[in-house]
């Protein structure tokens, strides 16, 4: 592997296992963090041979600049955030409203006189079902489409800001 691509999966690592040390507590926590240690030793020293191979500093992304230096500035003690129970309640309760609505915009968009494989039809009645089996397996499907549809709409924008720009260069550029 290319010490780049090492460096990245190192970095998701170092970054899944802070999210899963901050809910933990007792020795589970205090493994998770030695190997933290240890994980930011190799990154370090892995920086540290590309910055003596290249005779310089590697350039890095403003994102990682500042994703370091946060890390760095980072309390040690990340109990000093604790997770507060009403805010557990709010959330629930907002999945739960948010599922009922999304619940009735599919059934309200549901055509009447479709056929038996229609897919609007076969997605409201999968869902309808999925309802009445499973509420939170709903909720949580439901939140999953949300992350996706709003992927797609972020990555539109993109694609029509990137066009729009073009055109406003081409429109800019005099006639030969």
Known sequence: MRPDTTSAIRAQLIAALEQRAA??????????DARLTELRALDADARD???DANGASPVQSPLRELTDQLTREAPADRAAYPDIPALADFRQLWSTLRADS?????????PTD????NSAA?????????????PGYLR?????VDDLAWL???GTAGTATQVTAAKKRAARKPPR
């Open 152 to 154: 797609e709409q972020l």
């Open 49 to 51: 041979e590309q910055r």
């Open 102 to 110: 999304q619940l009735q915009q599919t059934v309200a968009h549901t």
């Open 140 to 144: 949580a499907f439901l939140a999953y």
């Open 122 to 134: 076969l997605a409201s009645r999968a869902i309808a079902l999925m309802r009445d089996t499973s």
């Open 114 to 117: 479709a056929g038996p494989l």
């Open 23 to 32: 809910n933990l507590d007792g020795a589970a926590r205090c493994v998770l």
